[in-house]
């Protein structure tokens, strides 16, 4: 079966999977009716399919009128030189051989144009079996190519984790996972902050596998995670999008401990006691079975910890927690 010798990547979303897999069913079924026109044609729209999805994931779009060479060449651009485990990032010699099956799959337009399906003939052109075997072979050893590059770079987008911290649900080692392929120490102030921002406020949200990967190995070994990121973490344990504060007492409790850690604390709890002293109350929403927290309830958790922070920031501390409302 095609669609098991390409090895569709799990990380692919289920319309990407399915326009590969409806592809490759195609093709097995032409092999199996031994059509040798349909092979060449399906083989064809089979490495189209790959490429556009590709191309589609990282966010570059073309259009339907796009000409299957430039569709195929773009695609290949875009993940020669993916980095990531298990990939081959600066190995000349792999680089080459895949740019020869890139070659031969840019051929398979003319095959099928040729001998393919795809249009009205006059004649049926005479298709021998070598015709339909390479086209099959040349986009299987490409297409797997292709795909075997993609989890790098799906694990790696900064943006897409964001967006999954916010709206999807985490298995076991799967952050731990995105947050090494990102590689932290390679990202800008600005991404380093904003992952650690939504890291921190799905932690408030009581998603456990996300503060144990997210947020305490921040603690436990600062060392290796971004002053950028820590401080992302506080902002995210303690505001929402719009500002307000929103948040929970264990919540509280890790910003404590990131404060802790911190060679900067005075500096970081500077910036943050003005926004907890005057910024509103939005409860944060934690599912049906968990009692909402109030702000009384937070304040409380805050002052009653106080003393865990050194004594020159304390009053500073207190003071952000005595609010009016």
């Known amino acids: 079966m095609i669609f098991k010798e390409i090895n569709v990547p799990s990380e692919l979303d289920e319309e990407h999977r399915a326009a590969i897999s409806a592809h490759a069913e195609r093709l097995d079924a032409a092999r199996e009716r031994k059509d040798l026109s349909d092979v060449v044609g399906c083989a064809k729209e089979l490495a189209e399919s790959v490429a556009r999805v590709v191309l589609d ?20 651009k875009a993940v020669e030189r993916q980095p ?36 009205g003939r006059a004649k049926l052109p005479p298709v021998v079996e070598e015709q339909a075997r390479i086209a099959t072979d040349a986009t299987i050893v490409w297409a797997r190519w292709m795909l075997g590059r993609l ?58 596998l996300v503060r144990i990967e997210g947020v305490e190995p921040a603690i436990g070994y600062p060392e290796r995670y971004p002053a950028a ?73 805050a002052l009653d910890a106080v003393s865990r922070l050194p004594a020159d920031v304390r009053d500073t501390w207190i003071q952000a927690w005595n609010r009016s409302s």
């Open 57 to 76: 994931v990282r966010g570059e779009v073309r259009s339907d009128s796009t000409d299957f060479k430039s569709i195929i060449t773009a695609a290949h």
């Open 84 to 119: 990531g485990k298990g990939l081959a990032r600066s190995d000349e010699a792999v680089r080459k051989m895949a740019q020869s099956a890139k070659g031969l799959v840019t051929e398979l337009a003319q095959l099928r144009n040729a001998v393919g399906t795809g249009h």
């Open 151 to 208: 989890p790098s770079y799906l694990l790696s987008d900064v943006q897409e984790l964001i967006t999954h911290l916010d709206r999807r649900s985490f298995r076991k080692g799967l952050l731990t996972a995105r947050l090494e392929a990102v590689d932290l120490s390679s990202l800008t102030p600005e991404d380093a902050r904003a992952l650690g921002i939504a890291v921190g406020r799905r932690t408030v949200r009581l998603t456990f």
């Open 229 to 301: 990121y820590r401080a992302g973490l506080v902002y995210g344990l303690l505001f929402n999008e719009q500002g307000a504060l929103c948040t929970q007492a264990t919540a509280v409790s890790l910003v404590i401990d990131l404060l802790l850690v911190d060679d900067q604390l005075a500096v970081l709890l500077s910036e943050i006691a003005p926004l907890i002293e005057s910024s509103g109350w939005i409860p944060p929403a934690l599912g049906a079975s968990t009692p909402t927290p109030t702000l009384a309830e937070v304040v409380k958790a």
